[in-house]
């Protein structure tokens, strides 16, 4: 039990270097995506402003909804203290904590981009720089969810190991 533990601890760590450099390489390389766009249009000025805002609250809204599914998945694991976690689901729980973990980050890439972009003063938001860590940070946290909720499905469906089959005879 213990080398089983010992295990799936190095496991998770092992994923968690992977995720990281991986991570680091693509938030590298969008970085490094240059601010391209067509050519400006005066009279989409005025939308733009709110287009920024509209930007804003969507990273905001999944960040939120990230810390939120991590405070859920913090409360349900430690609310049944007696109620031991085998491997086999436990495992769902960590991959979407990283996933939400990971959309947080991309959440964080994301408003930082959109600063440079409004400093900067490009007219749209339709920019490769952009838009990939927005798709990485919703990507994310549709698999965190998704995790957390194979995770729930598998918990509520388990059958104690102490409790009786209600068909067997008590003779």
């Known amino acids: ?57 969507v990273t905001n809204l999944f ?26 689901p436990l495992w769902l729980a960590f991959a979407s ?8 980050y991309w959440g964080y890439i994301s408003s930082q ?7 900067g003063g ?3 938001l339709d920019i490769p720089k952009l838009q990939w860590p927005k798709r990485m940070q919703g990507c994310s946290i549709l698999a965190g969810v998704f995790f957390f909720a194979i995770f729930l499905i598998l918990d509520f469906t388990k059958e104690d190991s102490h409790e009786r089959p209600a068909h067997v005879d008590k003779a």
């Open 122 to 124: 490009y007219p749209s």
């Open 63 to 88: 960040t939120t909804l990230g810390t939120g599914l991590l405070t859920a998945m913090g409360l349900f694991l430690t609310s049944n203290r007696k109620q031991r976690y085998d491997g086999g």
């Open 1 to 57: 039990m213990k080398n089983r533990r010992v295990v799936f601890f190095l496991g998770f760590c092992a994923a968690c270097v992977v995720i990281l450099f991986a991570m680091r390489a693509l938030t590298n390389y969008i970085n490094g995506l240059p601010f391209t766009f067509t050519a400006w249009d005066p009279e989409a000025a005025a939308g733009l402003s709110k287009a920024f805002d509209a930007y804003s609250a």
């Open 97 to 104: 904590a990283l996933c939400v973990c990971v959309s947080i």
């Open 113 to 119: 981009n959109v600063e440079w972009a409004i400093e």
